[in-house]
């Protein structure tokens, strides 16, 4: 109580100033760090007590809003207590590790209770949400797979029915998915029997009194495309998903079967299982269909429980990531080699080539990500030696397949790049050359969709959207369930649109209805954008500008596309600025509808539409807009009149 009423005076006594001539004393640092969390775990940074004397705290701008923002001696942020609405009311505290925020407390309906919690950065992507501001997640907006299957492991732990009731469909989403009539009968029962099975799960006590979340078990996700008749809509499922937990000395590996995303949130379908392969043999969507990697080989974990030896190796990997998360710069990059050397030796101990691959595939995206962040500088020979070995084996070519992408990705992002003196033009060059070749030698890789996006995405930035167009329509013809596919597919309508009419309708954040199919009679333009990028606005300065000359009676419309992550930040963002156009947004950013619908890859993108609902150009630039549109009027007026 004391500490939400503390942020709220702080704020009125505060933020009603300017930054420019406040006279008001500032709160203490003491006083701004004892603030907590709402919800427990979150790891953020926590000055000793010889380092809070040398911390400060002071009004900032941020984002368009007024914030008390606290610095550690190293100039970090520590703590930021924002005022998002201007009504000289704190409703957003947010907390920082190694200056970046790793954890939000939000106020949303401006009560001076937080009632949603976000995380972010390495701290993950949960976004909760609490009805009922008692400090008790209701629901989740956003959790990775991850994430909900550490949640699951921790409900287990507390024997809380109800923190797992909302890891699972409700009958709503469910509605939503337009599932086949058969699928839809199958999962209601499941989904109706979970919470009792649940409740069954612990009381049996067969994972111990305090089991814990070690790590989550899953090849990667697809998407079930329309077409395959599970739903009328594509979806984004993880077959056979799987998390290790540790009891006491001992791991078990807790079945929890199919996930399916429903904007940007993994939803469990059903109650986890110990060991009983009965019940999540095969998939629900795509564990049978051909050319599927079976879904009993995705599983981190083997189904006969792990030996003595790699148990032993499994302690000491969970003490080694402990370490890694308090570890400065300087000591990663011997500690990140013990960790490949240890997911090495649980691929030499393993016992089955199935499972050995699991490892190896963990190992090297590991290697990859760690020498992409300059945290293991060996990272590059690491990655060669083994794919060296790889090659003199008989290993299957998609495990050899995947080393290779893995050390492309790590040489040119973490060694190319890294180069002060690069000719980035001809790296870049060179990049889309080795995709090309990679994609050539493994077409049916893992990695070969993700190649083929990277190699797309590339080819469009350096302006050549016909071999981009190509790329990604090689996506959806030779990988139709990857991930990428609805982007591709999105791309592809968007880089053929010239001289075409486009799709695009949702209702816009100020409540009114858009559909740009219905604006026929006056040049349309598109924006999407975010309000990070700086470019974007500048571009607002410039649209505005045109707005004023030629908006509404005077021929012009503007339909705005925001991408950002957080609604918040967008709003904020529109606060400040007040653009008078309609701004379409829906919660995922680079993965939302709209970015999918047009395979937006990067912004600013703008597109400008004729009166006739025809596309005339598909990647316009601010400076064009004006000319184009004196064009498109002399066009129109040249035309003779009916009667």
Same mark, same amino acid.
């Given at each position: 109580m004391?500490?939400r009423?503390y942020c709220?005076c702080?704020?009125?006594v505060?933020?009603s100033?300017t930054?420019?001539a406040?006279?008001?004393?500032a709160p203490?640092v003491?006083?701004a ?6 919800q427990?775990?979150?790891d953020? =940074?926590?000055?000793?007590a ?6 400060t705290?002071?009004a900032?701008?941020?984002?368009g809003s ?9 100039g ?6 924002s005022? #998002?609405?201007?009504d000289?009311?704190v409703?957003?505290w947010?907390?920082?590790?190694d ?6 407390d939000?106020d949303?309906?401006?009560n001076?209770?937080?009632?949603q @919690?976000?995380w972010?950065?390495n701290?993950?992507?949960r976004w ?5 501001e008692d400090g ?5 907006k956003?959790i990775?797979? +991850? ?7 921790e409900?287990?732990r507390?024997?809380d ?18 599932? #086949? +009539?058969?699928l839809?009968e ?7 029997s979970?919470?009792a ?6 009381a049996?006590k067969?994972?111990?009194d305090d089991? +814990?979340?070690h =790590?989550?078990?899953g090849?990667k996700p697809?998407m079930?495309?329309?077409e ?10 993880? +077959?056979n998903?799987?998390?290790m ?7 078990e590996?807790?079945r929890l079967?199919?996930l399916v995303?429903?904007k940007g949130?993994?939803?469990l379908l059903?109650?986890?299982t110990l060991?009983d392969?009965t019940?999540v043999a095969?998939?629900l969507f @795509?564990d049978?269909?051909?050319g599927?990697v079976?879904a009993?080989?995705?599983?981190l ?6 030996s003595e030896?790699?148990q032993?190796?499994?302690s ?6 402990r370490?890694?998360?308090?570890a ?9 080699k013990t ?5 090495l ?9 199935s499972?050995?691959?699991q490892?190896?595939?963990q190992l090297?995206?590991m290697?990859s ?6 945290s ?5 020979n690491?990655?060669?030696?083994? $794919?060296a070995?790889l ?7 998609d495990?050899?397949?995947?080393f $290779? ?7 040119y992002?973490g060694?190319t790049?890294? =180069?002060? =003196?690069?000719d ?12 090309e070749?990679f994609?050539?030698d ?5 990695n070969?969709?993700?190649a083929l ?5 590339g080819?469009?930035?350096s ?6 167009e ?5 996506i ?13 597919r999105?791309a592809?309508?968007?880089?053929s649109?010239v ?14 209805s858009?559909?740009v ?9 598109v924006?999407?954008?975010?309000s990070?990028s700086?470019?974007?606005?500048s571009?607002h300065?410039?649209l505005s500008?045109?707005?004023k000359?030629?908006?509404g009676?005077?021929?012009? $419309?503007?339909?705005?596309v925001?991408l950002d992550?957080?609604r918040?930040?967008m709003?904020s963002?529109?606060?400040e600025?007040?653009l008078p156009?309609?701004?379409?947004y829906? #919660?995922g950013g680079f993965e939302s509808?709209?970015?999918?619908e ?8 703008m597109?400008l ?6 596309v005339i150009?598909d990647?316009?630039?601010a400076?064009?807009?004006e ?6 009027q002399?066009?129109?007026a040249?035309k003779?009149?009916?009667?």
């Open positions: 004391f500490r009423h709220v702080i704020a009125a505060v933020l100033c930054l420019e406040s006279t008001w004393a203490s003491k006083d760090l004892n603030l907590k969390p709402v427990d775990g979150i953020y =940074d926590i000055p000793t010889d380092q809070v004397k040398d911390c705290i002071k900032e701008k941020i984002n007024v914030a008390w923002v606290v610095r550690g001696p190293d970090k942020v520590l703590r930021q207590f005022d #998002s609405d201007s000289n009311r409703d957003t947010c907390y920082f590790r200056g970046l925020e790793v954890y939000r939000l949303a309906n401006f001076d209770k937080a009632d @919690y976000r972010f950065h701290a993950g992507m909760g949400i609490d009805r009922d008790t997640i209701d629901s989740w956003l990775s797979a +991850e994430e909900a299957a550490a949640e699951v492991v409900a287990i507390t024997a029915v109800e923190r797992f009731e909302r890891l699972l469909l409700s009958s709503s989403e469910l509605k939503q998915l337009a599932l #086949s +009539e058969s839809h199958k999962l209601t029962e499941s989904l109706k979970a919470p099975d649940f409740r069954k799960l612990t049996s067969k994972l111990g089991p +814990e979340f =790590d989550f078990g090849l697809g079930v495309p329309a395959a008749g599970s739903a009328e809509q594509d979806l984004l499922v993880y +077959e998903v799987s998390a937990v540790r009891t006491g000395d001992d791991f590996q807790l079967g199919t995303n429903v949130a993994w939803r059903g109650s986890p060991n392969a019940k095969s998939g @795509y049978n269909t051909p599927v079976p009993s080989s995705g599983a974990a083997m189904d006969n429980a792990p030896k790699m032993e190796i499994l000491k990997l969970e003490e080694l990531d370490e890694l998360m308090q400065s710069a300087k000591k990663k990059p011997a500690l990140n960790r490949a050397n240890l997911l030796q649980l691929a030499n101990s393993s016992a089955n080539a499972e050995r691959s490892w190896l595939r090297a995206d290697v990500a760690a020498t992409q962040d300059r293991f500088p060996e990272g590059l690491y990655l060669k030696a083994i $794919e070995k090659a003199k084996q008989d290993s299957t070519d495990l050899l397949g995947y $290779e992408f893995q050390r492309m990705l790590a040489e992002y060694v790049l890294a =180069d002060p =003196d690069v980035h033009a001809k790296a870049h060059a060179q990049w889309l050359e080795d995709l070749a994609v050539e493994h077409p049916k890789d893992d070969a969709a993700e996006r990277q190699l797309a995405m080819t469009e930035i302006g050549n959207d016909k071999d981009a190509k790329w990604y329509r090689q959806i013809e030779n990988h139709p369930s990857s991930i990428h596919a609805p982007m591709a999105g592809v309508t968007r880089l649109s001289g075409r009419s486009i799709k695009l309708a949702g209702k816009a954040v100020n409540g009114r858009v559909d199919s219905k604006l026929r009679g006056k040049a349309v333009l924006q999407y954008w975010t990070s700086e470019v974007c606005k571009d300065a410039v500008n045109l707005y000359k030629y908006g009676n005077r021929g012009l $419309e503007i339909v705005g925001n992550y957080s918040d930040e709003l963002y529109l606060k600025s007040r156009w309609p701004q379409l829906e #919660s509808r709209y970015a999918q047009m395979g937006v890859v990067t912004v600013p993108l597109l539409i004729g009166a006739d609902g025809k150009n990647n316009i630039q400076a064009e807009i000319e184009a549109l004196k064009k498109l002399t066009r129109q040249r003779p009149r009916t009667r």
